[in-house]
């Protein structure tokens, strides 16, 4: 009698996704930071055991610079689509913040602020690296606004005088008040009314009251 073999025939292992470790990776630094972050912690949210991760990414420092990268060209090709030039430009600059305040108001989760500036200012101070991946983030950021201003001023939205350079640094003062005071624990809704009013404030429009931005949020 011959015996058939039961043994299941071994398949091909599962892909590695890239995209979704480096995703879980992310969310890890974003909520505990660099430091308070160890391997293990990686490891435990990709479900890749730390040989793997190493060899797909390096260390945990390497993996951190990374996802850096990672968030700020995701970050800036979502400012690029939201400051359509056919848009007027307070509708361009709002579509910016409120993508901005989507990204740090998670659905049923607590607020996160800006993964980017959340987590890398911290770092930079002693990290060379990391201070130059914030660095040329936040000069991509600031080039993003100055093209969208200077365009808006080109066609006459922005009067001629104005200085394209530091209404767009205003810009993305704006951009980085959300990001810190979101994960500080201002509401969405006084969040949004600060964007509001610096908005007016870079269109050259007289600003409204405290309360009466607020309301107009809602």
């Given at each position: 009698m011959v015996q058939k073999d039961t043994k299941r025939p071994r398949g091909r292992p599962r892909a590695f996704n890239e995209d979704e470790a480096l995703t879980r990776a992310t969310a890890v630094f974003w909520r505990a930071g660099y430091s308070a972050t160890s391997m293990d912690d990686l490891s435990a949210a990709t479900g890749m055991n730390r040989p793997s991760l190493y060899g797909a990414f390096g260390d945990k420092q390497a993996l951190y610079l990374t996802t850096l990268e990672r968030y700020a060209?995701?970050?800036?090709?979502?400012?690029?689509?939201a400051l359509d030039d056919t848009l007027p430009l307070a509708d361009a600059l709002m579509r910016v913040y409120e993508g901005a305040l989507a990204l740090y108001f998670p659905p049923k989760e607590q607020p996160r602020g800006c993964f980017l500036i959340g987590t890398?200012?911290?770092?930079?101070v002693e990290d060379p690296e990391v201070r130059a991946r914030l660095h040329d983030a936040l000069a991509e950021f600031d080039n993003a606004f100055e093209i969208r201003l200077r365009s808006a001023q080109q066609k006459g939205e922005l009067d001629a005088s104005a200085d394209v350079k530091a209404l767009a640094s205003v810009a993305s003062a704006v951009l980085y008040t959300l990001a810190l005071r979101s994960r500080a624990g201002d509401s969405r809704v006084t969040l949004r009314a600060t964007a509001s009013e610096g908005i007016?404030?870079?269109c050259g429009e007289r600003p409204t009251s405290a309360k009466s931005a607020v309301r107009r949020s809602r």
């Amino acid at each position: 009698m011959v015996q058939k073999d039961t043994k299941r025939p071994r398949g091909r292992p599962r892909a590695f996704n890239e995209d979704e470790a480096l995703t879980r990776a992310t969310a890890v630094f974003w909520r505990a930071g660099y430091s308070a972050t160890s391997m293990d912690d990686l490891s435990a949210a990709t479900g890749m055991n730390r040989p793997s991760l190493y060899g797909a990414f390096g260390d945990k420092q390497a993996l951190y610079l990374t996802t850096l990268e990672r968030y700020a060209q995701r970050s800036r090709l979502a400012m690029d689509a939201a400051l359509d030039d056919t848009l007027p430009l307070a509708d361009a600059l709002m579509r910016v913040y409120e993508g901005a305040l989507a990204l740090y108001f998670p659905p049923k989760e607590q607020p996160r602020g800006c993964f980017l500036i959340g987590t890398a200012l911290t770092e930079s101070v002693e990290d060379p690296e990391v201070r130059a991946r914030l660095h040329d983030a936040l000069a991509e950021f600031d080039n993003a606004f100055e093209i969208r201003l200077r365009s808006a001023q080109q066609k006459g939205e922005l009067d001629a005088s104005a200085d394209v350079k530091a209404l767009a640094s205003v810009a993305s003062a704006v951009l980085y008040t959300l990001a810190l005071r979101s994960r500080a624990g201002d509401s969405r809704v006084t969040l949004r009314a600060t964007a509001s009013e610096g908005i007016r404030l870079i269109c050259g429009e007289r600003p409204t009251s405290a309360k009466s931005a607020v309301r107009r949020s809602r």
